[in-house]
């Protein structure tokens, strides 16, 4: 009896997961944003910028981070290319991971 609830415990975890999982995906405004932003600060134009974006919005990642990975990225190379330091780059990073 015990295994038969731990399995059913198990299998609601799995369907929940799985239910609730396109509620946290990006929007594709979410994403154009991300996506662009991430080619902004790899300074790519042309043809590049073509091909990463394609690749970008696709829904295969790039790199195999998340979404929120991506952003932290994006946010550093941006606060970097600003020369932030200190409490001025900490104050940037919240309002840049922060920013919808």
């Not at 154009?32 to 919005?57: I, V």
């Not at 990975?69 to 932030?84: E, F, G, R, V, Y």
């Amino acid at each position: 009896m015990r295994l038969e609830t731990l399995m059913n415990k198990l299998i609601l975890a799995l369907l929940i997961t799985c239910v609730s999982y396109p509620l946290f995906a990006a929007t594709p405004q979410e994403k154009m944003k991300t996506c662009n932003a991430d080619a902004t600060a790899k300074s790519l134009k042309g043809d590049e910028r073509k091909a990463f974006m394609k690749t970008c919005l696709s829904n295969k990642p790039e790199s195999g981070l998340t979404t929120q990975q991506n952003k932290m990225k994006t946010c550093n190379a941006d606060a970097s290319a600003k020369a932030l330091k200190g409490d001025e780059r900490k104050a940037f990073m919240k309002t840049c991971l922060s920013a919808n």
